[in-house]
């Protein structure tokens, strides 16, 4: 494994994160490949064996479940002062903005909540999961001031949001002398890459981390197109993501699986070997033990200049989807 350190913090983190979605009862969730505690756990206790000390999480996943599985791993598979636990708090529910709780209050109930499902006396990366359009970004801001001074988190960080809201609230919290968002989650992988319309060229500028999600497209880049899996017959989301692009998508991923043919590897090692050209430390779900096993292999494998512009070559620009087509405001 390698390391590096997240943007702005003194957090140094592998460069492979464990994504811990599909971790959780799945009574409480939406997925049917949702593990249970054994399977998460041993998932886990491999990441840990492999190096990976960074872990990704959020209270909505699986009604907080997801927390608890990984706090209770951590506990019994590493030293506190050895992992990086990041986890993410979602946006006032309508039912909090009619009964008049404030952005502040609303933070301060979640990290609580969250710090009690993990067990943890702090989160080190503390993450804006999506967009507030109906609470003033300052109060968003002040909330996780609120936060770090009291111990509760280290650094915060943000997803899901353009790069105009990213510098927006920078800006406005070095103004205040608030903490900064020092890392940023969005969509992007070898068959999505609109992060690097604005976005990317935002973080190199203010060294801010980007650690993305769905660094294989939901199995798409990890896969051949004839051969299925649970997740892709059933992940409805993820089919609204990225079917609407399968023909042009498809001639990139041919390109994954011919150089990972010719390098003897698996097109996981290859999109992920392309996509740790481009970003901090990669965001990747595990629900077997080989996912998190050959994500780690990729950190080792380098990709000539002329192979990532083979396989970027063809991109066509996509329409926003998933959560960011739903960053506008509402109500």
């Not at 909540?113 to 359009?133: A, P």
């Not at 968003?140 to 111990?151: P, T």
Request: aromatic content about 10%.
């Amino acid at each position: 494994m390698k390391y590096t350190i997240l943007g702005n913090s003194d957090l140094k983190v592998s460069r492979i994160c464990m994504g811990c979605m599909g971790f959780g009862d799945a009574k409480n969730g939406q997925h049917s490949w949702t593990l249970d505690e054994e399977h998460s756990r041993n998932i886990i206790r491999r990441g840990i064996e492999l190096g990976v000390n960074f872990f990704d999480t959020a209270i909505g996943y699986q009604s907080g479940t997801s927390e608890q599985y990984v706090g209770r791993a951590l506990r019994d598979f590493a030293d506190r002062e050895n992992v990086v636990v990041a986890t993410k708090f979602l946006p006032r529910t309508p039912e909090e903005i009619e009964s008049g709780i404030s952005g502040q209050k609303h933070i301060e109930r979640m990290i609580d909540k969250s710090l009690e499902n993990l067990g943890m006396d702090y989160i080190d990366l503390y993450i804006y999961h999506m967009w507030d359009w109906n609470t003033p970004v300052y109060d968003i801001l002040y909330g996780l001031n609120n936060v770090v001074k009291a111990g509760k988190a280290r650094y915060i960080g943000i997803s899901n949001c353009y790069a105009w809201q990213l510098a927006k609230a920078n800006a406005l919290a070095e103004r205040e002398g608030f903490p900064e968002f020092v890392s940023v989650q969005g969509h992007y992988n070898l068959i999505f890459r609109e992060e690097e319309r604005e976005m990317s060229m935002l973080c190199a500028e203010d060294n801010i981390a980007m650690t993305p999600y769905s660094a294989l497209a939901s199995g798409r880049l990890s896969r051949r197109p004839e051969e299925t899996s649970e997740r892709l017959e059933q992940d409805s989301y993820a089919r609204f993501k990225y079917d609407s692009t399968r023909e042009q998508d498809g001639k990139i991923i041919q390109r994954v699986i011919e150089l990972a043919e010719s390098h003897g590897v698996t097109m996981t090692e290859i999109s992920l070997a392309w996509l740790l050209t481009k970003v901090t430390s990669a965001v990747v779900g595990a629900t077997k033990i080989h996912h998190i096993e050959d994500a780690v292999k990729a950190v080792d494998f380098e990709l000539s200049a002329e192979e990532i512009s083979y396989l970027e070559e063809l991109y066509i620009p996509h329409s926003l989807t998933g959560v960011m087509a739903q960053n506008k405001p509402y109500i």
